[in-house]
């Protein structure tokens, strides 16, 4: 495993002080998370650290990449470039930090989710959304459900992105519609 203190450190230089902080509020709430759910601490807190490393990449630099790593963009990524950042971010993870698989899925599926999300990967989506420097109506009872039920909290963060995506006309990727579904399909079956 890496060292988590030299990851810091190079992060420091990548990324802006503001997005530095809530990188380490990720890795903490990631590691809580990883703990209640009996995930791998150490990688969850390693795995929150570096989830947004490609975040601050220049867009023209975004495409160079997403080219030279046969990065495929969809129909989606074309327009939002920002969205990447998630497929760059579990690249870089693999070709820099060696990191298997489980890491490198749960950076790709940080941003729009995916059906295919497992319990770890779950763990970093919300640990990104309730780290300690975010604020938001709904944050505390977020903070909640994420300790006690990751599904329910994923709806939660689904639906407020979705609801957010609509009231401001912007797109919403068929990878968080089609984790919703079956979040939903899931709760009514069981
Ligand atoms: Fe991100
Ligand atoms: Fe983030």
New binding site residues.
């Given amino acids: 495993m890496v060292d988590i203190e030299e990851v810091k450190i190079q992060l420091k230089n990548r990324l802006t002080e503001k997005r530095y902080n ?2 380490l509020g ?1 890795s903490k709430s990631a590691k809580e998370l990883a703990k209640i759910y009996g995930e791998d601490e150490e990688k969850a807190e390693f795995t929150g650290l570096i ?2 490393i490609a ?1 601050e990449i220049p867009k023209e630099n975004m495409l160079e990449y997403a080219k030279k790593y046969n990065i495929e963009i969809d129909e989606i990524e074309k327009v939002q470039l920002g969205l990447l950042h998630a497929k760059l971010g579990a690249v870089i993870a693999r070709e820099e930090f060696e990191a298997d698989e489980k890491i490198q899925n749960a950076i790709k599926y ?1 941003t729009t989710g995916n059906k295919d999300m497992d319990t770890f990967a779950k763990i970093i989506y919300l640990a ?1 959304k309730i780290e300690e420097n975010r604020n938001y109506d709904g944050i505390d009872e977020l903070r909640e459900l994420a300790k006690s039920d990751l599904d329910k909290a994923m709806l939660f963060v689904l639906d407020f992105n979705i609801q957010k995506a609509v009231n401001k006309v912007t797109l919403i990727h068929p990878d968080t519609v089609e984790l919703r579904n079956m979040l939903l399909i899931k709760n009514i079956i069981k």
Avoid: C, I, L, V
């Fill in positions: 809530h990188s990720a989830h947004d975040k940080h990104d």
